[in-house]
């Protein structure tokens, strides 16, 4: 030690210096250095706000235009995506298969709080490290925006999506049923354009389609791209419809991102999604 210390020096100390022997202070050295943070790992939970817009609610057979739903759910880390259910990018299914990864559910507290300086609100324990609301003003919701999720426990942070501008063709977007299903939507392929864009969202279509008089679903069709502005649905997956069925059209931003948490010194996965539900008739 004492050779490590003189030559820590420089060359302007000479080793053969004779020093005098140093007073024991009683003082004991300690190592006052933290000691290394463990590595963030795994997957704590799964985050999603969800805002759905419906042209026309009548359509659809629901009571309202827009709805804002935000969920959570915590558990013990695991290696499994909750979105995995998203066709890759520039690949259309006709067969989406919901995800629910097997966990060890954890609660968190009574409720959990989601913030930021504009906008406030809360989402109370539905039990077994679920909690949610759907009692969300749209015109308080922040858009582009970080917002802060507090439980008992820990914390996360996620970024807010943003809407849209304008859709194409517009005519999807037809609120009252005695006008709506005006899009054409053409068996050769179907192109649809939208704005702003977003570097960093993926985007799914899906068109689903149902028979002349809206009785009967005749199947489905989700395509998903970069959130570019353009995307066109294959002829293979619209020409076996008859002319004139009916569709219902689903245009979605989704923002998924791992966002660091102090739960379980881990991760929790952010989903954000800004839907529109548009109609159509196959031509």
């Given at each position: 030690?004492?050779?490590a210390?003189?030559?820590?020096?420089?060359?302007?100390i000479?080793?053969?210096?004779?020093?005098?022997e140093?007073?024991?202070?009683?003082?004991?050295?300690?190592?006052?250095?933290?000691?290394?943070?463990?590595?963030?790992?795994?997957?704590?939970?799964?985050?999603?706000?969800?805002?759905?817009?419906?042209?026309?609610?009548?359509?659809?057979?629901?009571?309202?235009?827009?709805?804002?739903?935000?969920?959570?759910?915590?558990?013990?880390?695991?290696?499994?995506?909750?979105?995995?259910w998203?066709?890759?990018?520039?690949?259309?299914?006709?067969?989406?298969?919901?995800?629910?990864?097997?966990?060890?559910?954890?609660?968190?507290?009574?409720?959990?709080?989601?913030?930021?300086?504009?906008?406030?609100?809360?989402?109370?324990?539905?039990?077994g490290?679920?909690?949610?609301?759907?009692?969300?003003?749209?015109?308080?919701?922040?858009?582009?925006?970080?917002?802060?999720?507090?439980?008992?426990?820990?914390?996360?942070?996620?970024?807010?999506?943003?809407?849209?501008?304008?859709?194409?063709?517009?005519?999807?977007?037809?609120?009252?049923?005695?006008?709506?299903?005006?899009?054409?939507?053409?068996?050769?392929?179907?192109?649809?354009?939208?704005?702003?864009?977003?570097?960093?969202?993926?985007?799914?279509?899906?068109?689903?389609?149902?028979?002349?008089?809206?009785?009967s679903?005749?199947?489905?069709?989700?395509?998903?791209?970069?959130?570019?502005?353009?995307?066109?649905?294959?002829?293979?997956y619209?020409?076996?419809?008859?002319?004139?069925?009916?569709?219902?059209?689903?245009?979605?931003?989704?923002?998924?991102?791992?966002?660091?948490?102090?739960?379980?010194?881990?991760?929790?996965?952010?989903?954000?999604?800004?839907?529109?539900?548009?109609?159509?008739?196959?031509?």
């Amino acid at each position: 030690m004492l050779l490590a210390l003189l030559l820590s020096c420089g060359p302007d100390i000479s080793i053969a210096k004779i020093y005098d022997e140093p007073e024991d202070t009683g003082i004991m050295l300690v190592d006052s250095a933290e000691p290394p943070l463990e590595e963030r790992s795994g997957i704590t939970g799964y985050s999603s706000l969800h805002l759905r817009q419906v042209a026309c609610p009548a359509c659809m057979g629901e009571s309202q235009e827009l709805s804002i739903t935000f969920q959570a759910e915590f558990h013990q880390p695991i290696s499994d995506s909750y979105t995995t259910w998203i066709p890759s990018i520039n690949q259309c299914t006709t067969t989406l298969v919901g995800v629910n990864p097997s966990a060890v559910s954890m609660d968190v507290g009574s409720s959990i709080s989601i913030s930021n300086p504009l906008h406030s609100f809360v989402a109370p324990s539905w039990g077994g490290g679920l909690y949610g609301t759907s009692d969300i003003w749209e015109d308080k919701l922040q858009r582009d925006s970080l917002y802060d999720v507090e439980t008992d426990i820990g914390s996360y942070t996620f970024l807010s999506s943003h809407g849209f501008d304008f859709i194409e063709p517009y005519t999807m977007l037809w609120t009252e049923p005695s006008y709506a299903f005006d899009a054409p939507i053409y068996r050769t392929g179907a192109t649809f354009t939208w704005g702003p864009t977003s570097l960093d969202a993926i985007f799914t279509i899906t068109v689903a389609v149902y028979s002349s008089n809206g009785n009967s679903m005749l199947g489905y069709v989700a395509c998903t791209g970069q959130d570019n502005g353009i995307m066109t649905i294959p002829s293979q997956y619209l020409a076996q419809y008859p002319v004139n069925s009916l569709v219902s059209i689903h245009m979605s931003r989704h923002r998924i991102e791992l966002v660091e948490t102090d739960i379980n010194n881990s991760y929790i996965e952010s989903h954000t999604e800004w839907e529109v539900v548009g109609t159509g008739h196959i031509e």
